[in-house]
């Protein structure tokens, strides 16, 4: 199966959950979510927007950010506060501001830290820093795991969190049916290589809610990207972020143990063993192409730059790997156009490399530690 087929089965367990809970969402007019944002200024590299958090990046440092006037495009009906437009101080990403926005009916209210961070990416990945994600959906409340990264500005004094990494927990919520953070896909466990944290990514059943979407399993996966919050999944789930330097290598640290039944739809193939995905690409963006979603992501015309393991299977104890950059159909970075943030970068690890129809092996796990880009 081509490995980029896999990115496919995140968006499609995410269409699963949204339909479900579209099915079973509050009554008109009760939702209280900010849908889009609007930067002056020309400031603007890439906005993210999650369920309680508003992360813009930008390009250098503005004056302008002392008094940046955002305007919010909201769900139906809803207000904000402080209001759209109104100018506020975002030039520290350690001090978020505060938005509330609130239903139309008056019901339902939710806070959002809204923050602006330079676009610059961080390249080394220890899987440390995470919180466990709060939502709430036909009136309960759903946990999962979040990874971040921390980024220390020595020149500026300040430190502040990079949410640069996005799952298929988003999806799994609905499907969870009410079990805890760790029961999900994507998890951080302290068994890390240096006694730490690490990722932990396992192929999990999805339940009776499931089995009724014919969705039997869930692999774990962590992605650089973003979900949109669209109902269109395909195109909602956002793969790679703005990268401006030329990347040559891709290493770090994995245990594999593949799950003891692979299931082809719900039907036991003894003849395949279940396997993992691990891989890098950079890609170009331009006026049509802004990022690659669950559409898009296997097509070939705006890869530069790939880097994967080619050489799989289980692996009981830390195993190193460090694979360099090679070019796609012999295309090399244009120095003006990184320097403009024109190339994204998107790295994808999944416990099963079947996912995208939803094949695997419940209790394949695939371990990540001390991941980095070198350039």
């Known amino acids: 199966m081509n490995y980029f087929n896999l990115t496919k089965a995140f968006a499609l367990m995410i269409c699963s959950a949204v339909?479900?809970?579209c099915i079973q969402s509050e009554a008109p007019n009760a939702e209280a979510d900010i849908v889009a944002v609007?930067?002056?200024?020309?400031?603007?590299?890439?906005?993210?927007?999650?369920?309680?958090?508003?992360?813009?990046l930008v390009k250098a440092a503005s004056e302008s950010l002392t008094a940046l006037?955002?305007?919010?495009?909201?769900?139906?009906?809803?207000?904000?506060?402080?209001?759209?437009?109104?100018?506020?101080?975002?030039?520290?990403?350690?001090?978020?501001?505060?938005?509330?926005?609130?239903?139309e009916d008056q019901q339902w209210s939710k806070p959002y830290e809204v923050i602006c961070i330079p676009a610059e990416m961080p390249t080394k990945f220890s899987f440390e820093n995470f919180r466990i994600a709060e939502t709430y959906a036909a009136g309960y409340k759903y946990e999962y795991y979040e990874f971040y990264e921390i980024i220390e500005n020595r020149e500026l004094g300040i430190t502040y969190n990079y949410p640069l990494w996005a799952?298929?927990?988003?999806?799994?919520?609905?499907l969870s049916a009410g079990r805890p953070a760790e029961d999900y896909p994507t998890?951080?466990?302290?068994?890390?290589?240096?006694?730490?944290?690490?990722?932990?990514?396992?192929?999990?059943?999805?339940?009776?809610?499931?089995?009724?979407?014919?969705?039997?399993?869930?692999?774990?996966?962590?992605?650089?990207?973003?979900?949109?919050?669209?109902?269109?999944?395909?195109?909602?789930?956002?793969?790679?972020?703005?990268?401006?330097?030329?990347?040559?290598?891709?290493?770090?640290?994995?245990?594999?143990?593949?799950?003891?039944?692979?299931?082809e739809s719900n039907v036991h193939n003894p003849s395949i063993q279940d396997n993992f995905e691990i891989y890098a690409i950079i890609y170009e963006t331009n006026e049509k192409v802004k990022y690659l979603d669950g559409e898009t992501v296997s097509d070939r015309s705006n890869r530069i730059l790939e880097a994967r393991i080619e050489e799989k299977g289980e692996q009981a104890e830390w195993k190193r790997f460090d694979i360099p950059f090679e070019s796609v159909d012999g295309r090399t970075i244009?120095?003006?156009?990184?320097?403009?943030?024109?190339?994204?970068?998107?790295?994808?690890?999944?416990?099963?490399?079947?996912?995208?129809?939803?094949?695997?092996?419940?209790?394949?796990?695939l371990y990540i530690d001390e991941v980095e880009i070198h350039y």
Not at 40 to 51: E, R, T
Not at 167 to 174: D, L, P, R, V
């Open 19 to 21: 339909f479900f809970s």
């Open 167 to 174: 799952s298929g927990n988003t999806g799994y919520q609905i």
């Open 187 to 263: 998890v951080a466990v302290k068994e890390g290589i240096d006694g730490g944290y690490c990722a932990k990514l396992e192929t999990r059943a999805t339940g009776a809610t499931g089995i009724q979407l014919k969705k039997y399993m869930a692999a774990g996966n962590l992605f650089i990207g973003s979900y949109s919050g669209s109902l269109d999944a395909l195109k909602a789930t956002h793969f790679g972020l703005p990268f401006n330097r030329i990347p040559l290598r891709f290493s770090g640290y994995y245990k594999y143990k593949p799950g003891e039944k692979y299931m």
């Open 334 to 365: 244009d120095p003006v156009k990184l320097a403009a943030n024109k190339y994204n970068l998107a790295v994808v690890f999944s416990s099963s490399e079947g996912g995208a129809e939803f094949n695997g092996a419940i209790g394949s796990t």
């Open 38 to 56: 609007t930067v002056p200024d020309d400031i603007l590299v890439l906005d993210l927007i999650d369920n309680d958090r508003v992360t813009l």
């Open 69 to 103: 006037k955002l305007e919010f495009e909201l769900t139906p009906g809803a207000t904000i506060s402080p209001e759209s437009g109104s100018a506020q101080d975002f030039s520290d990403p350690s001090v978020p501001v505060i938005y509330t926005v609130t239903s």
